[in-house]
């Protein structure tokens, strides 16, 4: 009777999974506040200097470095001990076993929150740089910035890293600026990649309890 119940428990899940929306995205923002895919939630304090693996697919990876701070919240009635998000990292693998890499660097905004070498990496071994406005294609790989926001889309995989002030007014030490990125997938790129990462995984379970392909 305990494997009846217990299957016809997973059947239930199972149903109500595939009666929830086709979600796609996941964000990450603030000090840090994790959505992920399927509508879960959870915070996340990540260590001084130390990186992170948010996804891992077999064409692009995306790794954040985390930086501790302390500011106030609720007009400063709680002092908080925490850590923002201050680069981001994005290595893909392109055809022909050609490699890319570009990275995120919230210490390069300045004033207006925007910088002119924001984002810095190679194309197959050459170096490149840019910034507000600016652009870079690598094959397959297609990087931009707009303001303070930069998105790299590969295959079915978009990541948007937007960068601004930590905390305006309230904050006490740490990082002036800080990154609030988004996940987003298309097609059967959840079913097909099966991804990892602190956020990765969750594209890969939604994809297994659903059975479905998102467009």
Same mark, same amino acid.
């Given at each position: ?77 709680? &002092? ?5 998000? #201050?680069? =981001?990292?994005?290595?893909? /693998?392109?055809? @022909?076993?050609?490699?890319? $890499? ?48 930069? &998105? ?5 995989? #978009?990541? =948007?890293?937007?960068?601004? /002030?930590?905390? @305006?007014?309230?904050?006490? $030490? ?42």
């Amino acid at each position: 009777m305990q494997v009846v119940a217990s299957l016809f428990r997973w059947c239930l899940f199972l149903a109500a999974a595939r009666a929830q929306p086709c979600s796609t995205s996941a964000t990450v923002v603030r000090d840090p506040h994790l959505t992920f895919v399927h509508g879960g939630r959870a915070d996340f304090r990540g260590r001084h200097n130390l990186l992170y693996n948010f996804l891992s697919s077999p064409t692009m990876s995306v790794n954040v470095k985390t930086e501790e701070a302390v500011f106030t919240i609720h007009d400063g009635a709680l &002092t908080v001990n925490g850590t923002f998000i #201050t680069e =981001a990292h994005v290595a893909a /693998r392109l055809s @022909r076993n050609r490699r890319a $890499a570009a990275s995120f660097f919230s210490k390069e905004l300045g004033e207006q929150d925007t910088g002119w070498e924001v984002v810095r990496g190679t194309c197959t071994n050459h170096p490149f740089k840019f910034g507000r406005r600016g652009s870079k294609k690598c094959y397959e790989l297609d990087m931009a910035m707009d303001y303070s926001s930069a &998105t790299f889309e590969l295959g079915n995989w #978009t990541v =948007a890293v937007h960068g601004m /002030r930590s905390c @305006r007014g309230c904050l006490l $030490a740490g990082p002036e600026h800080r990154l609030d990125i988004s996940f987003s997938a298309r097609g059967d790129a959840p079913s097909h990649d099966r991804p990892h990462g602190i956020i990765g995984q969750w594209f890969a379970m939604t994809s297994i309890m659903s059975g479905r392909e998102c467009h």
